[in-house]
DNA sequence: ATGAAGATTGCCT
DNA sequence: GGCAATCTTCATG
């Protein structure tokens, strides 16, 4: 079950929490994978100086300002790819969800593939843990940039989970996971982010061992160039 | 034009 | 726990 773009259409504070437990998927010609979110960030926009969209309109951010449902993917560090969903607070205000991990939930031979760099194995866990691990799982890089998650023919899309409000008292096909026990949901200050650190806008299922670890924003030393 | 910092990750000691 | 990798974006001169 597509989840709707009005689900989007609300400030990301309360948009975030409500994606736990939801699946995002992704079809590529290698073939799909989806991943069930266990951790989120949300991100209030031209109000927030942790937001990319705080100083305003740029190339890079520009569809956190269009409308709701859509995919923001950015690049960081000269080599990973982060994924947010588009959400709406007040006009303009530009907010999002960081989506920052999840558990694959099909597709899991081609997210190991993608994922793997030596030799050893990859625990299920460790597949999207982390916002730049669950793109690369995924696939999703800045061409996937503005894509409508809320489409069916759309190769990027968020589905609804097993067990959701939506589908209870269904009856379960063959083969569809049973509903699931409704899970304790934790909230505390987001990863790595140098101001506004003390808003707890980080959003994970307690106990779940794919949501990645905290750090506290860490400056990094300047480059030291020696003559 | 130039430089610093970054919503991170993986490998090293 | 420390640090390098790698490059785009944004701010400043």
């Given at each position: 079950m597509l989840i709707s773009r009005e689900f989007f259409a609300?400030?990301?504070?309360?948009?975030?929490?409500?994606?736990?437990?939801?699946?995002?998927?992704?079809?590529t010609a290698d073939g799909v994978v989806a991943v069930e979110l266990t951790e989120v960030e949300a991100y209030a926009g031209r109000s927030d100086p942790a937001s990319h969209a705080?100083?305003?309109?740029?190339?890079?951010?520009?569809?956190?300002?269009?409308?709701?449902?859509?995919?923001?993917?950015?690049?960081?560090?000269?080599m990973h790819f982060c994924v947010n969903m588009v959400c709406l607070g007040e006009e303009g205000s530009a907010s999002a969800v960081l989506l920052r991990a999840g558990a694959i939930t099909?597709?899991?031979?081609?997210?190991?593939?993608?994922?793997?760099?030596?030799e050893n194995r990859l625990a299920p866990r460790d597949l999207a843990r982390g916002p730049a691990r669950l793109c690369q799982a995924l696939a999703i890089d800045r061409s996937q940039?503005?894509?409508?998650v809320c489409v069916a023919s759309s190769p990027l899309r968020m589905l609804g989970a097993?067990?959701?409000?939506?589908?209870?008292?269904?009856?379960?096909?063959?083969?569809?996971?049973?509903?699931?026990?409704?899970?304790?949901?934790?909230?505390?200050?987001?990863?790595?982010?140098?101001?506004?650190?003390?808003?707890?806008?980080?959003?994970?299922?307690?106990?779940?061992?794919?949501?990645?670890?905290?750090?506290?924003?860490?400056?990094?030393?300047?480059?030291?160039?020696?003559?």
């Open positions: 609300r400030p990301s504070v309360e948009v975030a929490p409500d994606l736990l437990g939801r699946v995002l998927e992704h079809e705080y100083r305003g309109k740029t190339q890079r951010n520009a569809v956190m300002f269009g409308p709701p449902g859509h995919a923001y993917v950015y690049f960081t560090y000269g099909a597709g899991e031979d081609l997210a190991r593939a993608r994922r793997t760099r030596s940039d503005g894509a409508d097993a067990g959701n409000p939506a589908r209870s008292g269904t009856v379960l096909a063959r083969g569809d996971d049973p509903p699931r026990p409704p899970r304790r949901i934790l909230t505390g200050p987001r990863v790595g982010v140098s101001s506004a650190a003390e808003i707890p806008w980080r959003f994970w299922y307690d106990g779940d061992p794919t949501v990645s670890v905290y750090r506290p924003h860490v400056p990094r030393r300047p480059k030291l160039v020696t003559p």
